[in-house]
């Protein structure tokens, strides 16, 4: 489902919600339960709406105190307790927005090498299978390019793994700005590389990777 979707559901929740707490008379509030759309709308639409829903959550429970004869707070009571309920509608938002988070940033990095920021074995891996999926599928060709820094040892050796290192992001950084958006470059070794053209025969791959050795 798409964003929009999943908001219009939290949102047609949260007032189901509100409806079924002002009209069943159970003896008991249901504010826990406006929790179900929280939840909904910090994981899978955003913190924006689920703040949203927290502060529709709230002002329908205030209404369905004000609108019940079980209950004869104080206004300033009400509005402590509407607080207090906020409070922890806010906390359960900003908590699982901010482990969505944290969970797609790990996801990300575990598919990125760490060092030149290009894709690592694993996400060149899983790219190389749906391109070559996909050129059965459709009959085009793509071509796979494999590179190495010559005497990439010896420039550890000399000026020590730091500059091996720079001379590695560099590298990346390079091979990055000459070929294609659409291009997957990654990392699978000390000083290997790949990079993979999609919709590219021989030839016009030939000119490409030419002009990435000559920038080299």
Not at 63 to 77: A, I, M
Not at 120 to 126: K, P, T, V
Not at 176 to 204: K, N, S, Y
Request: some cysteine.
């Amino acid at each position: 489902m798409r964003k929009p979707l999943w908001a219009a559901l939290a949102i047609g929740l949260t007032l189901g919600m509100g409806w079924l707490d002002d009209r069943a008379d159970l003896g008991l509030s249901l504010s826990f339960f406006y929790l179900i759309p929280i939840g909904i709308s910090a994981w899978l639409v955003g913190s924006s709406v689920s703040l949203l829903i927290c502060t529709l959550g709230t002002e329908l429970w205030i209404l369905t105190d004000l609108h019940s004869v079980r209950r004869g707070y104080h206004p300033v009571e009400t509005a402590w307790s509407a607080a207090t309920l906020l409070g922890f509608f806010l906390t359960v938002s900003l908590l699982l927005s901010g482990l969505k988070r944290a969970l797609e940033r790990e996801k990300a990095l575990a598919r990125v090498d760490p060092l030149t920021g290009a894709s690592n074995g694993r996400a060149f891996e899983e790219a190389a299978q749906s391109e070559l999926e996909r050129a059965r599928r459709d009959r085009q060709p793509f071509t796979l390019a494999y590179m190495d820094v010559d005497h990439f040892k010896r420039v550890n050796d000399t000026f020590g793994h730091k500059a091996g290192d720079a001379l590695l992001r560099t590298v990346a950084r390079e091979v990055r700005a000459q070929i294609r958006q659409t291009d997957h470059f990654a990392r699978i070794g000390g000083d290997e590389f790949v990079i993979l053209m999609p919709h590219a025969g021989l030839a016009e791959a030939k000119e490409r990777l030419e002009k990435v050795r000559s920038k080299l």
